[in-house]
């Protein structure tokens, strides 16, 4: 067959068994591989879709700019659609992806703008702003927005639905994918629904991201959102795209553990693909071990290739150097809570108190940093060293408040976080925070992950 261009080239991917990663599991497990769209990332489903939507609805027209907010799949989709359909491109993406997706975005023409990860999605500076900002100053531009574009959800219940069904002859009876802008997980899973009503879906979520406890309890908990550094899964947000109706279980996979699992495929199933694969793979594989049946048929979707993550999960020294690649089994962060015996008080500054207050705390208490607070809720952070340092270059600061002296506050890490994941992240940081299930919070330093390992 000949094509008229790569775009006719989208879809009808193939679906593979597990044969090693689920010998223990019982009934059988699929996964459907994207890397085989011309992009090498099921995004290219909905990206074409939102193109061709946006031409019928007039919003994008000859010679325009299409802009978008991406994690590097989607830009990729966009940026082949607009290279066969004539329009340029230009992508906002936050720090944290890999080099390779922004270069691969570079390589197809299309303008990439690198915003900082740790900040709010309002934030004049976060890829969603800085991403809506450019569509307002340039002329015959098109935002997609993939979260509350709806053509992400009608591209795979169009597609991606039809195929998993027609694959497993109308068999398959669990369906498993990774949840971020959530077209893949809930276009997919409201086709396989209408088909069968009894089709059990299984979302991926990861530490960090706001949508687990959002299903299960209704509320959106900003206590629930911190950093993490698996791409193109879970959020901040609640994107128009996720239709919890259509997703009845949430399982969290972490950082490590999505990693190890992506590296896993790899080696014992030849599937060199992302890192989000890993975590849908885990995740599901984990829930599958205590509820699937013999005679049932889970499919889970993988959704891009292992190239975007060459200098990451693939790469021996950042996957050490990020406490990935032991395999001893370490304490967490809820062990090190767990041995306090409930006698723990945080130690903390008001935003509003003085330099001078704050530094006679951190004496009285014999602590070198400690979070600052407002109304409640952490805001920023002191370290002794750096604070001496501007005293020192400005001796007035001691009467200055801490609001004027306080650097960013110290990161949020998961309860189950392992010593070996926290001492990466104290390596390259200042001290951690957690909370415990009571929503207390905990600080974690140096000094305790060390009294940990010693245990």
């Known amino acids: 067959m000949i094509y008229n261009s790569i775009i006719e080239t989208i879809g009808n991917t193939p679906m593979i068994r597990l044969n090693k990663l689920a010998k223990d599991i019982q009934g059988e497990v699929l996964v459907k591989v994207e890397y085989f769209n011309p992009g090498n990332s099921m995004k290219d489903r909905m990206a074409i879709k939102m193109v061709e939507d946006a031409e019928k609805a007039g919003l994008l027209k000859p010679g325009g700019t299409i802009i978008e907010g991406t994690s590097g799949n989607t830009g990729m989709g966009l940026a082949l659609a607009a290279v066969a359909k004539g329009y340029k491109c230009i992508f906002t993406m936050a720090d944290k992806q890999s080099k390779e997706k922004i270069d691969i975005l570079k390589a197809v023409g299309a303008e990439v703008i690198v915003c900082p990860t740790n900040v709010s999605p309002e934030d004049p500076r976060s890829y969603y702003s800085v991403a809506r900002k450019l569509n307002a100053d340039i002329p015959n531009s098109f935002y997609p927005n993939q979260y509350d574009n709806m053509s992400n959800t009608a591209a795979h219940y169009e597609t991606t639905g039809p195929e998993i069904w027609n694959d497993t002859d109308g068999k398959i009876t669990h369906y498993a994918a990774g949840v971020g802008t959530g077209g893949s997980m809930c276009g997919t899973a409201m086709y396989l629904k209408e088909q069968n009503p009894n089709v059990v879906t299984v979302g991926i979520d990861t530490y960090g991201s706001v949508f687990k406890k959002y299903k299960e309890t209704g509320i959106f908990d900003e206590k629930e959102v ?69 005679g049932d048929q889970m499919v889970i979707i993988l959704p891009d290739h292992g190239t975007r993550y060459l200098g990451k999960v693939y790469n021996d020294e950042w996957m050490r150097n990020h406490g990935f690649l032991e395999n001893r089994t370490y304490s967490t962060a809820r062990d090190i809570i767990a041995q306090r015996n409930g006698s ?112």
């Open 344 to 455: 723990y008080t945080l130690v903390s500054t008001q935003k509003s108190d003085s330099v001078k207050e704050a530094i006679g705390l951190m004496n009285k208490t014999s602590v070198s940093q400690i979070p600052v607070l407002e109304n409640g809720e952490v805001v920023g952070s002191l370290t002794d060293n750096k604070l001496l340092a501007r005293i020192i270059e400005n001796p007035t600061l001691k009467d200055a408040h801490v609001s004027d002296v306080m650097e960013d506050s110290m990161k949020f890490v998961a309860l189950d976080s392992t010593l070996d994941v926290l001492s990466s992240m104290v390596e390259k940081e200042k001290a951690v925070l957690v909370r415990d299930a009571t929503n207390q919070v905990h600080i974690i330093t140096k000094h305790d992950i060390l009294e940990a390992f010693t245990k």
């Open 226 to 294: 911190y950093p993490y550094l698996t791409e193109g899964i879970g959020e901040d947000i609640l994107p128009k795209n996720v239709n919890f109706d259509m997703i009845d279980h949430f399982v969290k996979v972490t950082d490590k553990d999505a990693a190890v699992m992506t590296r896993r495929l790899a080696k014992e199933e030849g599937l060199f693909v992302g890192w989000s694969c890993g975590s849908a793979v885990h995740g599901a594989l984990e829930w599958a071990k205590e509820n699937l049946e013999e």
